[in-house]
């Protein structure tokens, strides 16, 4: 058994404990920071800290965090808003109401604008706007009135009709965005205005039939015009064409026309150039026969020329080939006299030779002389002797 003083002992203890808990999570705050928020750390001695907390896991000292949402959210002015509009209702449901304008130089005319606007905070913007104590109401307290006020400063001048569509509509459109996006209120705060949307202007049921009965009758007024213009455009297309019939017309006569003076040109310089041609076609004949009867006489007295420079030239040729055969002759005759009598062979043929002449010379005068034997005497005839026979003429006639 536990003693009364272990008990005390023990109750102290878990007192401690207990105290020591209670401490710790007065005096330190453990937080998670997402990536679409930053934690806003309030210190016990010094405040709101400039810096914010990023993402991931913290442990502060001494101080709270404040988790801040700081993605990107959307306000809507449309015909779906939050029943009861109020700041709690709010951060549940960013829609309002459409914001309605007293449009025109009187504030006559109302226009219904539908709205979407897309922004976030930036982390030192949501420091801002947690040391205004607005942290969970500025869309309400800040956002809604300045996007109604610079609506309504934007649409005000303008006439309904103005802004009911076309470039009037996109014209508005783009100068809300322009403006909220520059404006001080978010700028100062850091509230980033990503795009501002104008999604419809609405005018008065009454209005908006009267502006239809208008339109009609500007329309059915644009359609006479259209008409007219497209009868005048008709008329005129017509009158074109009638135009372009005369002048296709006008040119093919002059072209005609044109045509039969080039032929009747192109025949008279046909007639022009052959009669040229004919009388130049004379002229060359002319020229041509007295050129042939010149040229065939010129030829005859050089052919005659030549004939009789050849027949000189062909006689003289003739004799000084006679000339030449006979040296010629005489030079072979010559040579070869001088190769019979050449040498030993030669000598003794020319004796004979020499023998045989001055015998048949002797034959002649001796003829009717009794022939001597063989050998009888010698008679000496031109510095020579010759041995002489005499005979009997009877023996001499046999």
Not at 164 to 172: D, K, P, V, Y
Request: with cysteine; charged share 25%; net charge neutral.
């Amino acid at each position: 058994m536990i003693s009364d003083r272990g008990i005390k002992a023990l109750i102290k203890v878990v007192v401690a404990v207990a105290l020591l808990a209670v401490v710790f999570c007065t005096c330190v705050d453990v937080v998670n920071i997402e990536g679409y928020e930053v934690g806003i750390v309030h210190k016990w001695v010094g405040g709101v800290q400039a810096e914010p907390l990023q993402q991931g896991m913290h442990t502060v000292f001494f101080g709270k965090v404040h988790k801040v949402n700081i993605g990107t959210r959307k306000m809507s002015f449309e015909p779906k808003y939050a029943a009861n509009d109020t700041a709690d209702n709010v951060m549940k449901m960013s829609d309002f109401a459409p914001i309605v304008v007293a449009c025109g130089k009187d504030g006559g005319q109302k226009a219904t604008i539908l709205l979407n606007l897309v922004y976030h905070l930036d982390p030192l913007g949501a420091v801002a706007v947690y040391k205004e104590g607005i942290i969970e109401t500025y869309p309400y307290s800040v956002m809604k009135r300045t996007v109604i006020e610079v609506v309504n400063d934007c649409a005000r001048p303008k006439e309904a009709l103005e802004i009911f569509s076309g470039a009037g509509f996109n014209e508005l459109k783009v100068q809300i965005d322009k403006e909220l996006k520059a404006h001080p209120v978010f700028s100062n705060r850091k509230i980033v205005v990503e795009n501002a949307t104008l999604i419809q202007v609405d005018l008065d049921p009454a209005y908006e039939k009267e502006i239809e009965a208008k339109q009609l009758a500007k329309q059915k007024q644009l359609r006479a015009m259209a008409e007219t213009l497209a009868a005048t455009e008709e008329s005129k297309k017509v009158a074109a064409t009638a135009l372009s019939i005369v002048s296709q017309r006008t040119a093919e006569a002059n072209a005609k026309q044109i045509e039969v003076e080039t032929a009747a040109k192109a025949d008279a310089s046909k007639v022009t150039i052959a009669a040229q041609a004919d009388a130049e076609m004379v002229t060359i004949k002319a020229k041509a026969a007295a050129a042939q009867v010149e040229v065939a006489a010129e030829a005859e007295a050089k052919a005659a020329k030549l004939k009789g420079e050849g027949m000189r030239d062909g006689m003289i040729a003739q004799s000084e080939g006679e000339l030449a055969m006979g040296k010629a002759k005489a030079t072979v005759a010559e040579l070869l006299k001088k190769a019979q009598y050449e040498g030993p062979e030669g000598l003794r043929k020319a004796q004979v030779e020499t023998t045989t002449a001055l015998a048949e010379k002797l034959h002649g005068i001796l003829a009717g002389v009794k022939i001597l034997p063989e050998k009888a005497m010698m008679v000496l005839m031109d510095d020579a002797k010759v041995p002489v026979t005499l005979q009997a003429p009877a023996e001499a006639a046999k």
